[in-house]
């Protein structure tokens, strides 16, 4: 039985006593990474039997858990957590630091718990322990599915539990061993030409191959290997949106780039999907142009996008690109809070006398290791704050397109065309995407 867990993770295993917890874990885990409630009461008494302090020794657990997750450190909690209650604590502490879960449940008939209770030396309780753990474990399993584990796995025999391989596999977000370099581009929001005349600035080939936008259209190189990276907002606004996409799903199709999703992306996504959605901010432009186009083309699109991860790590962790920045806290993890992060950025709560919301500044407080490399809020000029640099410098409201050579960390730059789009906002104050 191959048992894929994804490398952030809080792994619980959850059964009776003797149904083989520790035994498993330490065959598939690093001693570090196995936090057990019996090894925290011995750090506190001595004892790993003294149930006297097993509350005691549970603050110390949950206390070490914090610690290892805010490190971004897989953990395997071995204990019972055959009760609702216990799992909840876990799991909401997986919630707090943006942790995958996964429940490891040793289903094992009671009477074989019973059995190798008698066998073990180092226990000292008798069997009415283990029958309150078996109902308490037979209670909870019927409604565990409703505990938001991301994924749940259940052994049932001893065969099972034997045969398990365990495979680590990456989170979707982490590109550690792209080292580059790369071509970093900002917000293109439909600037087809500017686009290709950024690309063609950077070194890279373009050649059409077809007219037939339900099939690749564009073969994109560069002489030197480099890669572009596309910050997300394709969409809405500028007068080429469909020969953007059309692009940029060749080019990360062919291994030429990565691109991160920004959120006129995901609303154009809902609106292809038939769902009820206004009209607003340059969502108009995108359905008009892409009116001319077939529904293939439609869903090539809508998978494209579905497809697009939130942010990545890139060079070892020391490169971070995500559409609206991603503060240190978040990066590399994977929940609601990074997606909303990576898509809006952080937001005061107010508006300001435009109607649009007041954003607040994430990046004055950033002192992380990693290049964070972001767009989403234009400005007149890319500059750096705190080893961090927004690269929206409003293409489709008359501004310019910039992109970010990385690891160089050189600017280069195409002036916009034209004024293809009305700012809320006066451009060169800070405008809001």
């Not at 996504?269 to 008009?288: A, C, D, I, P, Y």
């Not at 293939?296 to 690109?321: A, E, R, S």
């Amino acid at each position: 039985m191959q048992i894929k867990i994804p490398e952030l993770s809080l792994v619980l295993l959850v059964g009776a006593s003797s149904s083989g917890k520790s035994t498993f874990a330490k065959k598939h885990f690093l001693p570090t990474e196995i936090l057990s409630s019996d090894n925290c009461r011995a750090l506190i008494s001595d004892d790993e039997n003294n149930q006297s302090v097993t509350k005691d020794a549970f603050e110390v657990l949950h206390f070490i858990a914090a610690k290892r997750l805010a490190a971004g450190k897989f953990t395997v909690i071995d204990a019972t957590n055959v009760q609702t209650e216990a799992r909840k604590s876990l799991l909401a502490l997986a919630r707090q630091y943006h942790f995958m879960s996964t429940a490891i449940v040793f289903n094992l008939l009671e009477n074989l718990c019973h059995e190798r209770n008698k066998q073990r030396t180092d226990r000292h309780f008798g069997p009415p322990v283990i029958h309150k753990q078996y109902i308490a474990l037979t209670d909870s399993l019927q409604n565990i599915k409703q505990e938001r584990f991301k994924q749940i796995i259940i052994f049932d025999s001893v065969a099972k539990i034997n045969t398990a391989k365990i495979q680590r596999v990456l989170l979707s977000n982490n590109l550690k061993h792209e080292q580059g370099p790369f071509d970093i581009i900002g917000d293109v929001h439909g600037c087809f030409d500017e686009l290709t005349e950024l690309l063609e600035k950077l070194g890279y080939i373009i050649k059409i191959q077809s007219q037939n936008f339900t099939q690749p259209v564009y073969t994109v190189t560069h002489p030197k290997g480099r890669k572009a990276i596309f910050l997300g907002d394709l969409v809405d606004r500028g007068i080429k949106i469909p020969e953007v996409l059309r692009l940029v799903m060749d080019m990360v199709a062919s291994g030429t780039a990565f691109c991160v999703h920004g959120n006129h992306d995901v609303k154009l996504v809902r609106k292809l999907k038939g769902r009820n959605v206004k009209l607003t901010h340059g969502l108009l432009e995108s359905v008009q142009q892409l009116e001319k186009f077939s529904p293939d083309f439609h869903q090539q699109i809508v998978d494209f996008i579905n497809n697009l991860v939130n942010h990545y790590l890139l060079d070892g962790g020391k490169l971070v690109v995500a559409h609206a920045g991603m503060k240190e806290s978040l990066q590399g993890r994977a929940s609601g809070k990074v997606r909303e992060f990576a898509l809006y950025g952080q937001t005061t709560g107010k508006t300001d006398e435009f109607g649009l919301p007041v954003r607040y500044n994430w990046a004055a407080d950033y002192h992380g290791r990693a290049v964070v490399v972001y767009g989403h809020t234009p400005i007149a000029k890319a500059k750096w704050l705190n080893n961090t640099i927004c690269i929206d410098t409003g293409c489709v409201f008359g501004g310019q397109l910039t992109a970010l050579r990385y690891p160089e960390k050189e600017l280069v730059s195409v002036p916009a065309k034209y004024t293809y789009f009305k700012s809320i906002k006066p451009f060169l104050a800070e405008t809001e995407s």
